[in-house]
């Protein structure tokens, strides 16, 4: 059970945001803060990841 309040959260996410800009660690971090589990967190992060790559291939001209 969580016991922080939601403005604690929110300048928590600030901070984090700030100071690594990669969203892929502050999706993680969303995800474990909300209570999501560890198999929902790996299919969020192996979607998240093949959509940047497929995003990127398409910057490139590849796809």
Do not use: P
Request: proline share 0%; glycine share 6%.
């Amino acid at each position: 059970m969580n016991c922080v309040s939601s403005e604690t959260v929110a300048e928590a996410m600030a901070v984090f945001v700030k100071m690594y800009q990669d969203s892929t660690i502050v999706l993680l971090v969303v995800g474990y803060l909300l209570g999501a589990s560890d198999k929902l967190l790996a299919l969020v992060f192996a979607g998240y990841r093949r959509l940047r790559l497929l995003a990127r291939l398409r910057r490139r001209g590849a796809a």
